[in-house]
């Protein structure tokens, strides 16, 4: 996630330039950017644009010429370039930007340089800001993005087909799809049709009433599964569950425990202490900080979203080949709230006699719909966490990305909440 900064020169640039492809245009490159503009990415004086190609503008900062704003702009016809440009769009450090000409991505190289393609018909417009004074260029580079498609007539509306195939199970699990190279894929799990040269479709204008209602989407990071229910009310104030399952081995005795999580490198677990309160309570410090309160075998919790409870998966057997011990106080099923992992979070434990138990984990956060640039937004009541855009309507639900990850959401039907107990 880190690497050093180091400070870049256009000699540096320029493989990249050439990597790109991106030669020979009928507009200046020049024309798409002023030296405002760039003044105002890379925060110090800019000296006027220069053609380094007729396809390459290069606006240097006036006192490190190493500081630079780079705008190139390819309208050579007959050229393939998507599949230059799909490649760029499945690679592991791209974030897929909404709303921006025909499909746009962006690649971060460095913390010192930025770097930002979009599609506009048969052309592809390419903006670099290389900086090592500047901090946050992803940033800049979109707003850059923006300005050099406003000018050259790119619409700023979202760009997936509405309707995409929806070859996916009810579930609606982004990861749960093979990537597809096809152009429309705005990331390596959203199904797209295989017409490489169709080229993506602007989406029908987003109608914010068709958000309305409870959405379910399935991820899978590694070994852990979330499952995540969306529900927006008719006011667009929405609340966003997201539950993670866990099982493993328990070892709990006096006052201490750790758990084995089942499925991982041996030694990954969690551990630390805990305090029994009352026959029917107990609190419990460590890898999970919460106060817990003993339910019935048959008792839904009250601080999990009904949805979610039905949604867990039917409770694992796990083979237990090394000799625990288990406090016969803490067996049983046991619903808490606390924090883990440095936020608040709901939890059920279920612990049994034979040292098997599932811990299940639920973060909700929650915001309204608002809209910007066209495109819904699912904005959170807290400002340090990250905002989502609706990047896409299907015939069963709509698209989510906040940049990195996408999201395909279904809509929630009662038959996926057969009860299945823990």
Known sequence: MFSRVLPYTFLGLAPLLLSCGLFGSKTSPCSLMTVA??????????????LADPATCIFK????????????????????????????????????????????????SSPTLSRLTFMHKDAFVTVIVSSTRQKQLGESVIQLGRTAATRYGASLTATLSPSAPTPMPGRGAHTETVASPAPVTLTQTVPAPLDIQAGPQKAASFDLTS??????????????????????QPNLKWSLSSMMQFDGILNA????????????????????????????????????????????????????????WKLRREATSVPVFQLKTV????????????????????????????????????????????????????????????????????????????????????????????????
């Open 61 to 108: 900062a006036r006192h490190n010429e190493g500081n630079a704003v780079t705008v190139q702009l390819d309208e050579t016809p007959g050229k393939d370039r998507r599949t230059w440009f799909n490649k760029e769009r499945l690679r592991r450090d791209s974030h897929l930007i909404p709303g921006l000409g025909d499909g746009a991505v962006r690649i971060d």
């Open 253 to 308: 005795e006096a006052g201490l425990w750790s758990l084995e999580r089942a499925n991982t490198f041996k030694g990954l677990g969690w551990k630390g202490t805990y305090r029994k309160t009352t026959p029917d309570s107990f609190a419990s410090t460590g890898s999970v900080q919460a106060t817990w309160k003993r339910l019935s075998i048959d008792q839904h919790p009250t601080r999990i979203p009904a949805e979610l």
């Open 327 to 422: 406090d016969p106080d803490l067996v049983g099923q046991w619903e808490g709230s606390g924090t883990y992992a440095g936020g608040s979070a709901a939890f059920v434990w279920v612990i049994k006699p034979s040292a098997a138990t599932d811990l299940l984990i639920v973060d909700t956060f929650r915001g309204t719909v608002r809209t910007k640039d066209g495109i819904p937004q699912l904005q959170p009541t807290q400002k340090q966490q990250q905002r989502v855009s609706v990047i896409a309507f299907h015939d069963r639900g709509f698209t989510t990305t906040d940049g990195k990850t996408n999201l395909r959401w279904t809509q929630f039907h009662s038959e996926q909440t057969e009860d299945r107990q823990l």
């Open 211 to 232: 958000l309305v209602g409870t959405w379910h989407a399935h991820v899978t990071h590694g070994t852990t599964q979330h499952d995540m229910l969306l529900i927006i």
């Open 37 to 50: 503009d760039a003044e105002r990415a890379l925060g110090e004086p800019v000296q006027e644009g220069t």
